[in-house]
């Protein structure tokens, strides 16, 4: 039905082996006849030396011994001076090496000598092409056109010229004169559209769609070009009227849905924006990719406050793995839907889903381990992320989640290896190699190993000097063992200035103070810790209770002991203080 497109995707670079290379030597008839430039007083000697330098020249441009074949062509060229082919030798020669100045000599001197070959013609435009000279290549074009007027790409190649310097209306015209040789041409119309559409000119672009709708009027990929270039312009109601028209003929096509869902988004109430998609997601010929474009950006990528919007996405999601059961893709979207709604077991359920159909996408697989992680299920994020690891040995990532469960089994020396490989693997990310170190230093720490501890820590923080999380933990430990306590105290007062009101950073804080003795002061950051939400926390509870007691209130802080106790703190000795009434180590 459509007419074969001939417009080419132009590189404009001159194809070698399309060339035929001109003969070399003397022939009968057509050869003497062909070749303007071969004198015809060469005696038959010379003729003879013309043949073999000739013949030299080539074999060494076969094996590509450039030299050798300069230097043969050369000596053609003085003995026949007037030889244009041995100079488009040249020109391709020095083309080849970028040697465009030379190259754009010897074609311009082959040219010159035999303006009617095309080959010369096209070799010199493209040099000029090469080198940025548009009004040269253009003009050299113009030349191959008035010769060669039945050549299409000819016509092709001039008007992308025009066009890629701006020169829009000669752009144009060129196209006028390729449909008047050749007819009308999808893609010229299509190029042809673009250019009045960046001319500022919409009804010229409009009248060259019709070109195609007039021709096949019900063609729906040409009345498609119509209908967006009204949407384009703003005019909805011509749109949709063509959309529809469209889905009168083919119902269910996806283009023409999917422009109208496009145009339902900025005039349709919510239920009918939600209905059109629908349509969409039902219709199983719309390209998967476009509804998960759509999921993505219009649900996904906004992470939306709003629960309906949130409970929409997901009902699309729904629908999509309906339609799509056995794409990957449509679970996993749907487990971001779900993630984002926080339904973190169907999200686990879609995701599993998903990687039951396609192992081999890395993301749905940290999905699966970041929700093990959150529901604190250790022995499935160890699980996953073995298996993970045996698909994707080189994501540092997985190594984060493995020692991270590692960390919470107790199996510390495991955690540390993971989190060393996890680390080597991170050169380039050196926030997440300052993670990795910091989880070390916790590792080590489980261990009491506190001169390792320290020393990841610190590298970690040469990485990484603002990590809130990792300066106040480092000081607390060092505050628990009484080591260091003054670098303990800049760190932790630096980590409270990163992130003001965290009820545990303030905690740490009064806990150094504590140990330095400056119990006032250290009552003072330790009610700012209860009133940030710490008055919840055992640890702060009973840490109060022991800096009250240093201040001599004995009954408070037993008070403070028991109010620990019954937040359920995880302390050695609050059985004991309660009991004693004193503070104990």
Excluded at 15 to 35: C, I, M, R, V
Excluded at 127 to 145: D, V
Excluded at 234 to 263: C, F, H, S, T, V
């Amino acid at each position: 039905m459509k007419s074969t497109p001939v417009l080419l995707l132009l590189a404009l670079l001159f194809a070698f082996s399309q060339a035929p290379a001109q003969p070399s030597g003397k022939k009968k008839g057509k050869k003497e006849k062909h070749d303007k430039s071969q004198p015809a007083t060469l005696s038959a000697k010379e003729q003879t030396q013309l043949d073999r330098l000739f013949l030299e020249a080539e074999k060494a441009k076969v094996i590509e011994d450039w030299d050798a074949a300069i230097k043969n062509y050369r000596e053609v060229i003085a003995l026949a001076p007037k030889n244009a082919n041995a100079h488009f030798q040249l020109a391709q020669i020095f083309y080849s090496q970028s040697k465009l100045a030379d190259a754009e000599k010897e074609a311009f001197a082959a040219v010159k000598l035999d303006e009617s070959n095309k080959w010369y013609l096209e070799m010199l435009a493209t040099i000029y092409m090469t080198q940025g000279r548009a009004k040269e290549a253009g003009a050299t074009y113009e030349l191959l056109i008035k010769k060669f007027p039945n050549n299409p790409d000819y016509y092709l190649n001039l008007a992308y010229l025009y066009s890629r310097y701006g020169v829009f209306d000669k752009a144009i015209k060129t196209y006028d004169l390729f449909e008047k040789n050749f007819g009308v041409d999808e893609q010229v119309v299509q190029e042809k559209k673009n250019l009045y559409l960046r001319m500022g000119k919409f009804n010229e672009a409009l009248a060259e769609i019709k070109k195609l709708t007039d021709e096949y009027p019900n063609e729906p990929e040409y009345m498609l070009m119509e209908a967006d270039l009204y949407k384009a312009k703003g005019d909805r109601d011509k749109a949709r009227d063509i959309y529809n028209r469209i889905l009168e003929i083919e119902p269910d096509n996806p283009q023409a849905q999917l422009g109208l869902a496009q145009l339902s988004l900025r005039t349709d109430t919510p239920e009918q924006k939600t209905e059109n998609l629908k349509g969409i997601f039902e219709n199983p010929k719309v390209n998967i990719d476009t509804k998960v474009s759509i999921l993505i950006i219009s649900y996904i990528q906004m992470n939306n406050e709003d629960s309906v919007k949130r409970k929409e996405g997901i009902e699309l999601a729904q629908i999509l793995t309906r339609i799509h059961p056995e794409e990957s893709k449509s679970h996993a979207v749907l487990g971001d839907m779900y993630y984002i709604d926080g339904q973190n077991d169907q999200a686990l359920e879609a995701y599993l889903k998903a990687l039951s159909l396609n192992k081999n996408v890395f993301q749905v697989w940290q999905q699966v381990m970041l929700i093990y992680n959150i529901k604190k299920d250790w022995d499935n994020v160890l699980k996953v992320s073995n298996e993970a690891m045996e698909l994707f040995p080189n994501q540092a990532m997985i190594y984060l989640f493995k020692g991270g469960a590692e960390v919470q089994l107790k199996d510390y020396e495991k955690a540390i290896k993971s989190f060393s490989k996890g680390e080597k693997m991170s050169t380039e990310d050196l926030k997440l190699r300052a993670q990795f170190l910091a989880n070390q230093g916790e590792a080590y720490h489980s261990l009491n190993k506190h001169t390792e501890s320290d020393e990841a820590y610190e590298k970690s923080l040469k990485l990484d000097p603002e990590n809130a999380y990792v300066l106040n933990n480092y000081s607390y430990y060092l505050s628990l063992r009484k080591e260091n306590l003054e670098r303990a105290k800049q760190m932790s007062a630096y980590s409270n200035k990163l992130e003001p009101n965290n009820s545990s950073f303030l905690d740490t804080y009064a806990w150094i103070l504590f140990q330095l003795g400056n119990y006032t002061e250290a009552k003072d950051w330790q009610e700012k810790a209860m009133k940030a939400g710490g008055d919840k926390s055992g640890t702060i509870l009973e840490h109060y209770g022991d800096i009250l007691f240093k201040l001599g209130k004995k009954n408070d802080a037993v008070t403070y002991w028991k109010k620990a106790k019954e937040a359920g703190v995880e302390s050695q000795t609050i059985e004991r203080k309660i009991a004693e009434e004193k503070y104990l180590e």
